[in-house]
């Protein structure tokens, strides 16, 4: 999924898109982002193509970490959620447990 349609399956228009992401899609994404920067420092790309190569390389490990957490729940790691409804699950939480608390 490009940038763009990541975006649009959340509903933003110029808000951060890592900022609305859940805990586990922001997880992943920095495992791809660590794994380039490894697999970088290691293979040493020159050019374009070669960095390609490597960038690619490293969201692949990401891709088939998602797809074994997908496996693992039958659930997507995906969501459309954004921080706002995020948010609101949070903040339902909490009151919930304050209204325990108060009983």
């Avoid at 609305?20 to 920095?30: K, Q, R, V, Y």
């Avoid at 380039?36 to 969201?59: C, F, I, R, S």
């Amino acid at each position: 999924m490009s940038t763009r349609q990541y975006k649009n399956l959340k509903g933003l228009k110029k808000e951060n898109l890592r900022d609305n992401m859940s805990t586990l899609e922001l997880a992943l994404n920095m495992l791809a982002e660590a794994t380039t920067t490894e697999l970088t420092k290691v293979q040493n790309p020159h050019g374009l193509a070669e960095n390609q190569k490597t960038a690619h390389d490293g969201g692949s490990v990401a891709g088939n970490a998602r797809k074994d957490i997908e496996d693992r729940t039958g659930r997507s790691v995906i969501t459309s959620q954004n921080a706002k409804q995020l948010n609101g699950v949070v903040t339902e939480l909490i009151e919930g447990v304050s209204e325990l608390e108060n009983e």
